[in-house]
């Protein structure tokens, strides 16, 4: 095949390609603003459903099929037992802190045994880091039944590079419920998928309850407008370009 005749083919090869590129980055772009729509939506359900009246904890029967989203930073009441021989410490570093403790620390995740059965972890709230040998050694089983009320959140996951735990000191890295039930009693199962954060307590008292972060990232519309400048640039681009093959062309002839 001659140069020339190969010149064409090329050409509407760089002319797909581009198209594509400008294709995808609409696509993205799109993708970001009906994100930008959920996450606004979420928001939104989440400012009213934080100053609403508290409901029972979900029933075990529930757990299984249970959507998280529909309930994070729903009030709940439940009612149960405090295992506080089987707390696990998830080490944080508390910033902006609500009360006077702030800085590298832990949050106590202890588990509590619902009355009509099943086991949700409640984090009672943070200790700095001097206090974390007691927080894991003191306390005993829980006998009493009590009833308390929080937040109820959604587990986190651990990334790529989460450590393992600590199982010898109890030390946790992440809110996971189901990271946390491997340091706890078998019979203490089944665990719920969701936690419960304890609201604030008297001033100086720890743990230090009522540190709950309502923020969510929402970066969605600059996502968005920078995928359709890019858009914008490949089409542009394109343009640029054919309009020096054009004239290229009427030069040739």
Known sequence: MSTSAARPIKSWVFIGLMLALAGLCLWLGNWQMQRLGEKEALIAAVEQRIHSAPVPVPPVADWEHLDSDALVFQPVTLAGRFGYNQTVTVFTNLSSARGAASGPGYWVMTPFALADG????????????????????????????????????????????????????????????????????????????????????????????????????????????????????????????????????????
Do not use: C, K
């Open 118 to 253: 099943g086991t949700v972890f409640v984090n009672r709230g943070f200790i700095p880091q001097a206090f974390q040998e007691a927080a894991v050694t003191d306390g005993e089983a829980g006998d009493a039944l009590v009833s308390i009320s929080g937040l109820l959140r959604a587990g986190e996951r651990a990334g790529f590079m989460t450590p393992e735990p600590n199982t010898s000191d109890r030390i946790e890295w992440v809110r996971d419920p189901q990271r946390l039930a491997a340091m706890v009693d078998p019979a203490m199962a089944p665990i719920a998928p969701f936690f419960i954060d304890m609201p604030a307590g008297a001033p100086g008292e720890l743990p230090q309850g009522g540190e709950t972060v309502l923020e969510f990232p929402n970066n969605h519309l600059g996502y968005a407008v920078t995928w359709y400048g890019f858009a914008i640039v490949a089409v542009v681009m394109l343009a640029f370009w054919g309009r020096r093959q054009f004239a290229g062309s009427r030069s040739d002839g």
